[in-house]
């Protein structure tokens, strides 16, 4: 793998790049030898003594319909069924099992008119798949054979697959709290006239020399996380409820089941096992209401909840399907005037996350380019199918495929480069952010561009491809994105983070972000190493505990090593600052005056004979600080321990650029994508391998919406792809040459000047294969995925043939 | 949707030929012959219910694969996917057959899965069953008291259907020695590289100089079951090989074909290729000759 650096020697909290022991170092993983020799322990891995298991009775007759009668007598006499429940049998209590209400304000969540309307089991099924009833077994087997006698007697309701039929006057209502089925449009209060933007819209496209304008439709894709939801939950003889889960968001489940089952915080015991994934399928709850319930039905007894993947996949958040129009105008000169778009998605049958993505997809609209004048509209309707919810690059990917061939449609029609467009029209340093209310802190997406475009060879390959003969049709495309670190101030970001210094001056970090597969505990790790001065072997990482650990509001938004990373290195500096303050003492000099070697000596810069070693001085705060005899303090007492509750000032977004080549067979439709080149402007590399990982693992999702990935629907909203033979992802072997490209630019507000990477990568690759197609095929494709089905569908349509 | 409920099987694990016939004479239909198990554990995984489980784990001596210029090849039974690969005589005489095993599903499941299997699954998208149909061959029918040859082209009867009878065992596949001249390829459209076709062709031919004789065409996941392409090869048939040609036969499968729209593909699609990769596997296989 290529990767450039761009070296700025500046200080950056106080510390010179020249000195970092670990940071940029691409240290072992701290959790590699668990996953990798099998030994891991996943939430499914849990067993307890007398553990029971349950399974959720889920509708496969329709995707609309209410429960008319249900009799779960003959499931309850199956051998080995301890328990079965049906919506009377558990709390009645709505909820919310996305966590997005917690992470605004209040007056924010209820301006946005966020709802609670889920329940445990229902009598209205909304999906394919929906939760009726609950069994609890002695067995997985017992479980599942008595959930086949449950019977259940349903009215059949009209199944609605798409917005407009959802919205139709006489359709069923989802929620008598969203009239219209409407789940969400934005609310005037907050964006007046319901719409994000600048100027007069309509006067700039009477202006504007070209105005191009289209329909486009994104997928509803899988997360496809390795690992499926798995619970253990136990409501324990003290009357406490444990959960041993994998979510995302410990800390906001623990929160929400909490005032689910209306009981104290203090005792609800969230543990976060090994995750295998997210990708926003765990962002918020998932089964954890169910299982907890069902534990709650069986005191002093563990209760096990794992689904088959199939069934995973149709329980667990998928990303919004998206209907997104969009007009641009632009001058002659490439200008661009004006920009108007509305995102219309199908939101699945429950509400979740409803406000957010509606809003994020027009964020990112509005955060790429300077356009004279842009208005977005965005809203959700109900739909029969499996709950969206939060995808990495929560509305990105998809305003990325639209933007960025209609980007590339009207430099077509001026004649203009589109990599040229884009470096001088893509948003910069001082101006407004996705937001529109925070300014750009950094940016170095021209670099990004002219590193890539040099990587791939952009000009002269755009100007070959630009006449070729024959049946395989080659192209380039580019294209650009931006993302966030953390959602701060639309939502609420907050990481604590207490560090302990143990006797031997080792340091125990205690923090509850989320490890979930993207390297963070080993990156907040050498935040933490860097920072005390301490070597990476003596500093530990402890998550996932609800006791232990403080507030974190959890994996979501590339937030982790921006705010975690941030909250970390702030306790660290505070401990490292407690300990050099009892050295100075002794050694009376000034904490200034003192350092820190790789033997954990503290010494005095100026004249290193004179050292106290760091484990003494946390010896002698435990063991050692008083003469027996008179009681005297001989040395400090008390154990150093630093605590912050850290909120971000920002969220530095980085920039990125993904340029792909492809190969399309005109006889096919077969796209073979040759290479693909991504760099990102992430501010620093604390450690360049991960960074890359999310880049690479990026582009195997994004090439995989743009492509092929989505979940598919009968007439009657079955659906009938959801295992791993029937949708399919880019695999090892399918993946195209690829070069990570990490632009360090650091910026004023990351630790060390770092931005995020987690999601950025899977953007970028979505806009830049459709515009490659484009230059192969001279075919713009409007309806994701871009399948050789559609390709040769279209050449048939419009004639064209390639000789 | 997967079940955790495997329901209740008697597994039998015959230790020769003859105690296996004996086993399929006496239980029949009942009974649910096992060789690589890929399907048929993928299947119990999805509901499918066997009364007796009959694996040819334990019957000696039919993983073989052998090869005589004279008689051709012959594949047991048990012979793996991956035996083909390995084989330079499957390679270099039955390239069809060796291409086909190439890319045939992943590494794990080419170690395991059979090829005389992949015939009686009698799937239309079995990748190997389209080699074996250009190729063509037959498979030896054993039961108790007497044994039959079935010719490829009479062993699928519907989808997933057989000609196999309940007290049959197919042990052994074989597939004549090419004489000189002979042609043959494979090629196949998946969504992703390691999957089921979406379309899959095999050809083989018999060459005199340009001119093509005993033409055999194989495609799959086109009609109920594997079939040949009776309209594309009275095309060929004794005919000069040119571009021509070639194009005419590609637009006589049209004829051949009766493809449906399910999880992969569409049948418009499936019509719009069939053609064109049935013209690129005979350029294929002559490329090779």
Same mark, same amino acid.
């Given at each position: 793998?290529?990767?450039?650096?761009?070296?700025?020697?500046?200080?950056?909290?106080?510390?010179?790049?020249?000195?970092?022991?670990?940071?940029?170092?691409?240290?072992?993983?701290?959790?590699?030898?668990?996953?990798?020799?099998?030994?891991?322990?996943?939430?499914?891995?849990?067993?307890?003594?007398?553990?029971?298991?349950?399974?959720?009775?889920?509708?496969?007759?329709?995707?609309?319909?209410?429960?008319?009668?249900?009799?779960?007598?003959?499931?309850?006499?199956?051998?080995?069924?301890?328990?079965?429940?049906?919506?009377?049998?558990?709390?009645?209590?709505?909820?919310?099992?996305?966590?997005?209400?917690?992470?605004?304000?209040?007056?924010?969540?209820?301006?946005?008119?966020?709802?609670?309307?889920?329940?445990?089991?229902?009598?209205?099924?909304?999906?394919?798949?929906?939760?009726?009833?609950?069994?609890?077994?002695?067995?997985?087997?017992?479980?599942?054979?008595?959930?086949?006698?449950?019977?259940?007697?349903?009215?059949?309701?009209?199944?609605?697959?798409?917005?407009?039929?959802?919205?139709?006057?006489?359709?069923?209502?989802?929620?008598?709290?969203?009239?219209?089925?409407?789940?969400?449009?934005?609310?005037?209060?907050?964006? =007046?006239?319901?719409?994000?933007?600048?100027?007069?819209?309509?006067?700039?496209?009477?202006?504007?020399?070209?105005?191009?304008?289209?329909?486009?439709?994104?997928?509803?894709?899988?997360?496809?996380?390795?690992?499926?939801?798995?619970?253990?939950?136990?409501?324990?003889?003290?009357?406490?409820?444990?959960?041993?889960?994998?979510?995302?968001?410990?800390?906001?489940?623990?929160?929400?089941?909490?005032?689910?089952?209306?009981?104290?915080?203090?005792?609800?015991?969230?543990?976060?096992?090994?995750?295998?994934?997210?990708?926003?399928?765990?962002?918020?709850?998932?089964?954890?209401?169910?299982?907890?319930?069902?534990?709650?039905?069986?005191?002093?007894?563990?209760?096990?909840?794992?689904? =088959?993947?199939?069934?995973?996949?149709?329980?667990?958040?998928?990303?919004?399907?998206?209907?997104?129009?969009?007009?641009?105008?632009?001058?002659? #000169?490439?200008? =661009?005037?004006?920009?108007?778009?509305?995102?219309?998605?199908?939101?699945?049958?429950?509400?979740?996350?409803?406000?957010?993505?509606?809003?994020?997809?027009?964020?990112?609209?509005?955060?790429?380019?300077?356009?004279?004048?842009?208005?977005?509209?965005?809203?959700?309707?109900?739909?029969?199918?499996?709950?969206?919810?939060?995808?990495?690059?929560?509305?990105?990917?998809?305003?990325?495929?639209?933007?960025?061939?209609?980007?590339?449609?009207?430099?077509?029609?001026?004649?203009?480069?589109?990599?040229?467009?884009?470096?001088?029209?893509?948003?910069?340093?001082?101006?407004?952010?996705?937001?529109?209310?925070?300014?750009?802190?950094?940016?170095?997406?021209?670099?990004?561009?002219?590193?890539?475009?040099?990587?791939?060879?952009?000009?002269?390959?755009?100007?070959?491809?630009?006449?070729?003969?024959?049946?395989?049709?080659?192209?380039?495309?580019?294209?650009?994105?931006?993302?966030?670190?953390?959602?701060?101030?639309?939502?609420?970001?907050?990481?604590?983070?207490?560090?302990?210094?143990?006797?031997?001056?080792?340091?125990?970090?205690?923090?509850?972000?989320?490890?979930?597969?993207?390297?963070?505990?080993?990156?907040?790790?050498?935040?933490?190493?860097?920072?005390?001065?301490?070597?990476?072997?003596?500093?530990?990482?402890?998550?996932?505990?609800? #006791?232990?650990?403080?507030?974190?509001?959890?994996?979501?938004?590339?937030?982790?090593?921006?705010?975690?990373?941030?909250?970390?290195?702030?306790?660290?500096?505070?401990?490292?600052?407690?300990?050099?303050?009892?050295?100075?003492?002794?050694?009376?000099?000034?904490?200034?005056?003192?350092?820190?070697?790789?033997?954990?000596?503290?010494?005095?810069?100026?004249?290193?004979?004179?050292?106290?070693?760091?484990?003494?001085?946390?010896?002698?705060?435990?063991?050692?600080?008083?003469?027996?005899?008179?009681?005297?303090?001989?040395?400090?007492?008390?154990?150093?321990?630093?605590?912050?509750?850290?909120?971000?000032?920002?969220?530095?977004?980085?920039?990125?650029?993904?340029?792909?080549?492809?190969?399309?067979?005109?006889?096919?439709?077969?796209?073979?994508?040759?290479?693909?080149?991504?760099?990102?402007?992430?501010?620093?590399?604390?450690?360049?391998?991960?960074?890359?990982?999310?880049?690479?693992?990026?582009?195997?999702?994004?090439?995989?919406?743009?492509?092929?990935?989505?979940?598919?629907?009968?007439?009657?909203?079955?659906?009938?792809?959801?295992?791993?033979?029937?949708?399919?992802?880019?695999?090892?072997?399918?993946?195209?040459?690829?070069?990570?490209?990490?632009?360090?630019?650091?910026?004023?507000?990351?630790?060390?000047?770092?931005?995020?990477?987690?999601?950025?990568?899977?953007?970028?690759?979505?806009?830049?294969?459709?515009?490659?197609?484009?230059?192969?095929?001279?075919?713009?494709?409007?309806?994701?995925?871009?399948?050789?089905?559609?390709?040769?569908?279209?050449?048939?349509?419009?004639?064209?043939?390639?000789? | 949707?997967?079940?955790?409920?495997?329901?209740?099987?008697?597994?039998?694990?015959?230790?020769?030929?003859?105690?296996?016939?004996?086993?399929?004479?006496?239980?029949?239909?009942?009974?649910?012959?096992?060789?690589?198990?890929?399907?048929?554990?993928?299947?119990?995984?999805?509901?499918?219910?066997?009364?007796?489980?009959?694996?040819?784990?334990?019957?000696?001596?039919?993983?073989?694969?052998?090869? *005589?210029?004279?008689?051709?090849?012959?594949?047991?039974?048990?012979?793996?996917?991956?035996?083909?690969?390995?084989?330079?005589?499957?390679?270099?005489?039955?390239?069809?057959?060796?291409?086909?095993?190439?890319?045939?599903?992943?590494?794990?499941?080419?170690?395991?899965?059979?090829?005389?299997?992949?015939?009686?699954?009698?799937?239309?998208?079995? *990748?190997?069953?389209?080699?074996?149909?250009?190729?063509?061959?037959?498979?030896?029918?054993?039961?108790?008291?007497?044994?039959?040859?079935?010719?490829?082209?009479?062993?699928?009867?519907?989808?997933?259907?057989?000609?196999?009878?309940?007290?049959?065992?197919?042990?052994?596949?074989?597939?004549?020695?090419?004489?000189?001249?002979?042609?043959?390829?494979?090629?196949?459209?998946?969504?992703?590289?390691?999957?089921?076709?979406?379309?899959?062709?095999?050809?083989?031919?018999?060459? *005199?100089?340009?001119?093509?004789?005993?033409?055999?065409?194989?495609?799959?996941?086109?009609?109920?079951?594997?079939?040949?392409?009776?309209?594309?090869?009275?095309?060929?048939?004794?005919?000069?090989?040119?571009?021509?040609?070639?194009?005419?036969?590609?637009?006589?499968?049209?004829?051949?074909?009766?493809?449906?729209?399910?999880?992969?593909?569409?049948?418009?699609?499936?019509?719009?290729?069939?053609?064109?990769?049935?013209?690129?596997?005979?350029?294929?296989?002559?490329?090779?000759?």
């Amino acid at each position: 793998m290529q990767r450039a650096r761009r070296w700025q020697w500046q200080r950056i909290e106080g510390i010179q790049m020249s000195e970092f022991k670990t940071i940029g170092k691409n240290e072992q993983r701290v959790d590699i030898r668990s996953k990798v020799l099998g030994t891991a322990v996943y939430a499914a891995d849990v067993n307890l003594p007398d553990m029971l298991h349950g399974k959720v009775v889920r509708c496969y007759e329709h995707a609309h319909a209410r429960v008319v009668s249900l009799d779960l007598s003959a499931a309850a006499a199956v051998p080995g069924v301890v328990k079965v429940l049906g919506p009377k049998d558990v709390t009645s209590k709505a909820f919310n099992k996305s966590v997005i209400d917690l992470m605004a304000s209040e007056s924010t969540a209820q301006m946005l008119g966020d709802i609670e309307e889920q329940h445990i089991f229902t009598d209205h099924v909304k999906f394919y798949g929906d939760g009726i009833a609950g069994i609890i077994a002695t067995s997985e087997e017992a479980a599942e054979q008595a959930a086949a006698l449950v019977a259940v007697e349903y009215e059949p309701l009209p199944v609605y697959l798409t917005p407009e039929a959802s919205a139709a006057p006489d359709a069923v209502q989802f929620t008598d709290q969203k009239p219209g089925n409407l789940a969400f449009s934005l609310p005037d209060g907050m964006f =007046p006239g319901g719409q994000l933007g600048w100027g007069e819209v309509d006067q700039a496209f009477e202006g504007a020399d070209l105005v191009i304008e289209d329909t486009f439709y994104t997928p509803k894709q899988k997360q496809c996380q390795m690992e499926p939801n798995s619970y253990v939950a136990l409501y324990d003889d003290e009357g406490r409820l444990n959960c041993w889960m994998s979510s995302q968001m410990p800390k906001l489940v623990h929160e929400k089941l909490a005032r689910l089952f209306e009981m104290p915080m203090s005792q609800v015991k969230v543990t976060q096992t090994v995750v295998g994934g997210g990708f926003g399928a765990r962002l918020g709850m998932v089964m954890e209401p169910e299982v907890c319930a069902m534990a709650l039905a069986v005191p002093g007894r563990p209760v096990k909840l794992q689904q =088959p993947r199939e069934e995973d996949w149709l329980t667990s958040p998928s990303r919004h399907p998206s209907r997104y129009w969009m007009k641009l105008g632009f001058k002659k #000169d490439g200008t =661009p005037a004006a920009c108007d778009a509305r995102s219309t998605n199908f939101k699945g049958g429950y509400y979740l996350d409803g406000s957010a993505l509606a809003s994020t997809t027009g964020f990112w609209l509005q955060g790429m380019y300077r356009f004279d004048t842009l208005r977005y509209k965005g809203d959700s309707y109900f739909t029969n199918q499996p709950v969206c919810g939060a995808f990495r690059g929560y509305g990105n990917p998809q305003t990325n495929f639209v933007l960025e061939q209609m980007i590339d449609r009207g430099c077509a029609e001026l004649n203009i480069d589109p990599l040229e467009w884009r470096k001088k029209w893509h948003k910069q340093v001082g101006d407004m952010s996705w937001l529109n209310a925070t300014p750009y802190t950094s940016c170095a997406l021209d670099e990004c561009l002219d590193q890539g475009a040099e990587a791939i060879g952009w000009a002269e390959k755009r100007a070959k491809y630009a006449s070729q003969t024959g049946t395989k049709r080659r192209g380039i495309g580019v294209s650009v994105g931006n993302h966030t670190s953390g959602a701060f101030p639309m939502i609420l970001e907050q990481t604590t983070c207490t560090v302990r210094l143990n006797e031997d001056a080792s340091a125990t970090v205690l923090v509850a972000c989320s490890e979930i597969g993207q390297g963070s505990h080993t990156t907040l790790r050498q935040i933490a190493a860097e920072t005390l001065g301490l070597p990476l072997d003596d500093v530990r990482l402890d998550a996932g505990d609800s #006791d232990a650990n403080g507030f974190d509001i959890g994996a979501h938004a590339s937030r982790t090593l921006y705010v975690g990373g941030t909250a970390v290195m702030k306790a660290c500096e505070d401990a490292r600052e407690q300990l050099f303050a009892r050295a100075a003492k002794l050694l009376q000099t000034s904490i200034d005056e003192l350092d820190i070697d790789e033997n954990k000596q503290i010494f005095v810069k100026d004249s290193p004979d004179r050292f106290v070693s760091a484990a003494k001085i946390c010896r002698d705060g435990s063991f050692n600080f008083a003469n027996p005899q008179t009681g005297e303090l001989e040395g400090e007492p008390g154990q150093i321990q630093a605590y912050v509750s850290y909120k971000p000032d920002n969220n530095s977004p980085p920039f990125f650029s993904t340029f792909v080549e492809v190969e399309v067979d005109t006889e096919t439709g077969e796209v073979d994508v040759l290479e693909l080149v991504s760099s990102h402007d992430i501010g620093r590399a604390i450690h360049p391998a991960i960074c890359e990982g999310q880049m690479e693992g990026g582009a195997q999702q994004g090439l995989g919406m743009a492509l092929m990935e989505e979940i598919y629907f009968d007439d009657n909203g079955h659906v009938t792809n959801n295992s791993f033979t029937d949708y399919k992802m880019l695999g090892a072997s399918d993946m195209p040459k690829m070069t990570n490209i990490l632009v360090e630019n650091p910026d004023p507000y990351g630790p060390f000047g770092a931005k995020s990477v987690g999601e950025a990568g899977l953007v970028t690759p979505v806009g830049a294969t459709a515009n490659a197609i484009f230059q192969a095929t001279g075919i713009q494709f409007t309806q994701g995925p871009i399948t050789p089905e559609k390709i040769l569908q279209a050449i048939k349509e419009k004639g064209l043939s390639y000789t | 949707m997967s079940t955790r409920v495997l329901t209740d099987f008697d597994l039998v694990l015959p230790g020769s030929l003859s105690e296996a016939l004996d086993i399929l004479a006496q239980n029949g239909s009942a009974v649910t012959v096992v060789a690589g198990g890929t399907d048929i554990l993928v299947a119990m995984k999805a509901g499918f219910k066997a009364d007796m489980v009959m694996s040819l784990t334990a019957l000696p001596d039919l993983d073989y694969l052998d090869y *005589d210029a004279s008689s051709g090849l012959r594949i047991g039974a048990n012979a793996s996917i991956a035996q083909v690969v390995d084989s330079a005589d499957v390679e270099r005489h039955y390239p069809a057959l060796w291409q086909a095993a190439k890319i045939f599903a992943t590494p794990q499941l080419r170690n395991t899965a059979t090829v005389v299997g992949n015939l009686l699954r009698g799937s239309p998208a079995g *990748d190997c069953c389209a080699a074996v149909a250009a190729l063509g061959g037959s498979l030896t029918m054993a039961s108790a008291g007497s044994t039959r040859e079935l010719d490829i082209d009479d062993l699928w009867v519907a989808y997933g259907t057989t000609a196999r009878a309940d007290n049959e065992l197919a042990v052994e596949l074989k597939i004549p020695a090419p004489a000189a001249g002979r042609v043959s390829a494979f090629k196949r459209l998946t969504r992703v590289n390691e999957d089921l076709a979406k379309l899959n062709v095999a050809v083989s031919l018999q060459m *005199d100089g340009s001119t093509c004789s005993d033409v055999r065409l194989a495609m799959g996941c086109v009609a109920p079951t594997m079939i040949r392409l009776p309209s594309a090869e009275a095309v060929l048939e004794g005919s000069e090989l040119n571009s021509e040609t070639l194009e005419k036969a590609a637009a006589a499968v049209q004829e051949d074909i009766s493809p449906i729209d399910d999880q992969r593909s569409t049948a418009e699609y499936r019509r719009g290729v069939a053609g064109v990769y049935l013209k690129r596997a005979v350029e294929q296989a002559c490329s090779i000759a």
